[in-house]
């Protein structure tokens, strides 16, 4: 059974930096892009940045370049999220999601962990 877990969220200020965590299991991780979204409240979920199976090619929506890091650990089973300079237009629950290849889709998602930035 595959499982993803999200930790590190939290309540920030404006400028501040936090660092997500996405921990696997159940699934050989390393064979698999994985990517973080988010969903602000009222909003549709977003894609906000992609990694693949090496940890190279990562790939960040406009919003967050500059700002924010992808990387992952394949001995761990865990991709990172580094957020620096946070803005309270970055509030959201934030997801991480496994890339199935077969069909293109991201099939597994973690529950999310809230990240709320105060202005």
């Known amino acids: 059974q595959v499982q993803l877990v999200e930790s590190g969220g939290g309540l920030v200020q404006a400028g501040g930096s936090l660092r997500l965590s996405c921990a696997a299991s159940?699934?050989?991780?390393?064979?698999?892009?994985v990517a973080w979204f988010r969903q602000a409240p009222g909003e549709e979920r977003a894609f906000v940045a992609g990694?693949?199976?090496?940890?190279?090619?990562?790939d960040y929506v406009d919003s967050v370049k500059g700002r924010f890091t992808i990387s992952r650990d394949n001995a761990k089973n865990t991709v990172y999220l580094q957020m620096n300079n946070l803005k309270p237009e970055d509030t959201a629950v934030y997801y991480c999601?496994?890339?199935?290849?077969?069909?293109?889709?991201?099939?597994?998602w973690g529950p999310g962990t809230q990240v709320t930035v105060s202005s």
């Open positions: 999601a496994v890339l199935e290849r077969s069909s293109g889709r991201y099939k597994y």
């Open positions: 990694v693949s199976w090496s940890g190279g090619d990562p």
């Open positions: 159940g699934l050989t991780f390393s064979y698999y892009t």
